[in-house]
Each structure stands twice: as C-alpha cells, then as structure tokens.
T-cell receptor, first 117, second 114 residues
Framework: DAGVIQSPRHEVTEMGQEVTLRCKPISGHNSLFWYRQTMMRGLELLIYFNNNVPIDDSGMPEDRFSAKMPNASFSTLKIQPSEPRDSAVYFC???????????????FGAGSRLTVL | AQKVTQAQTEISVVEKEDVTLDCVYETRDTTYYLFWYKQPPSGELVFLIRRNSFDEQNEISGRYSWNFQKSTSSFNFTITASQVVDSAVYFCALSGNTGNQFYFGTGTSLTVIP
C-alpha cells in the first residue's frame, strides 16, 4: 500500500491566491482527517470525514477554508483567498473508523508545506 | 473534556542515556485509546503504539517501552539507551469513545546528543 498520498508537498503562493491541497487516503479506510501544524498552535484538527461525509468541521478557521470528499479515494482542502497566517504544514490522515483490532490508528501523509507570502 | 498534556516541551540527553517522555490525559469515556507518534526532522508523523483503556499491561518493543497507569491517567514512553536517530518530536494522543476523534498533546522535542 502506498500510504496516504498528499500533494503538493510544497506550495509557495502570494496572499490572495487560491490554494488547493489534495489527499488520497489508504484504500479501505473510511475516515479522513485534515490537520494543520504550526509552531504556535501545534497540531490542530480542521475537519474529518466518515464515509465521505463531513462529521466535524468545527476546527476550520473561517469561511476561507473549505474541504470536500467527493469519493472514498480523494479529498481536497481549499483556501480562498490565502493569507500569510495560513502558512503551515497541512497533514491528511486516514483510518479505519471501526472499533476492531487494528482500527483507529491514524496514518498520516507526508504533509503539504504551505507558504503564503 | 478530552485533553492530553505533555508538560515537557524539550528534552536533551546524551547518547545511550535513558529518557522518559511524560503524557497525562483527561477523558470521561470508559473506553478510549492512547497513542504515541514520532515526528522526525523529515516531518512525517509515524505511528508507534496504540493502547486501549482496558489493557494496562506495559509494553516493550526493542528499546521502547510504555507505561500505562489509569490511576494517574498517564501513558509514559521510555527510550532505553537513546540513539541520535531517536531525535524527534514525540506526540501523545487520545481517541475517545467514538473512535474517530483524536486529541494530540503539544509534543515533546527530544534531542539526543552524540
């Protein structure tokens, strides 16, 4: 299994531009999470999906952020318009959302490092 | 409320020393899971261990060992004979009764000096 795949790995953009981050979860995993990591705030959960349905988006900072999961193998996190304070590493993670042996372990992607100038 | 506290922000040890990373958690759930993740300088988050609330047995994996104590709500992580490759940020996390929400501590940055 290739693991959780995120793209792009690095993105540098200018303030006001739209940014789209992409994630392919592990095949068979039914939960997907977007996290943001900064030095100041650590790891923050932005949103998570279960069976492609957004369950909790209370961590999404503001209306400039949106996330979609059109199918079980793809999710996007969009920032429009981007601001310098959005600079962070964005992680996607997936898990088997079941309480069985081996379930509930979050497998993370390599992250997308976003710099907004 | 669900919360994970890692009071140690940074730790430095000399190679071959033992080091313990502390993790204290809060939860009202009777069933929950505890995790440790490692984030090396390359940036990825690597799963190390999962423990459920009904299993208080300590676990050892090579130089790594974990001490789970429900009485003190702690899940501490010990590295024996530390190596430079152990230098990383280590995160403790809690997953509650729903099994789908994860609460991460702020991480402990470990530096092993050669």
């Amino acid at each position: 299994d290739a693991g959780v795949i995120q793209s792009p790995r690095h993105e540098v953009t200018e303030m006001g531009q739209e940014v789209t981050l992409r994630c392919k979860p592990i095949s068979g995993h039914n939960s997907l999470f977007w996290y943001r990591q900064t030095m100041m705030r650590g790891l923050e959960l932005l949103i998570y999906f279960n069976n492609n349905v957004p369950i909790d988006d209370s961590g999404m900072p503001e209306d400039r952020f949106s996330a979609k999961m059109p199918n079980a193998s793809f999710s996007t996190l969009k920032i429009q318009p981007s601001e310098p304070r959005d600079s962070a590493v964005y992680f996607c993670a997936s898990s088997l959302g079941q309480r069985s042996s081996g379930a509930n372990v979050l497998t993370f992607g390599a992250g997308s490092r976003l710099t907004v100038l | 409320a669900q919360k994970v506290t890692q009071a140690q922000t940074e730790i430095s040890v000399v190679e071959k020393e033992d080091v313990t990373l502390d993790c204290v958690y809060e939860t009202r759930d009777t069933t929950y899971y505890l995790f440790w993740y490692k984030q090396p300088p390359s940036g990825e988050l690597v799963f190390l261990i999962r423990r459920n609330s009904f299993d208080e047995q300590n676990e050892i994996s090579g130089r790594y060992s974990w001490n789970f104590q429900k009485s003190t709500s702690s899940f501490n992580f010990t590295i024996t004979a530390s190596q430079v490759v152990d230098s990383a940020v280590y995160f403790c996390a809690l997953s509650g009764n729903t099994g789908n929400q994860f609460y991460f501590g702020t991480g402990t940055s470990l530096t092993v000096i050669p």
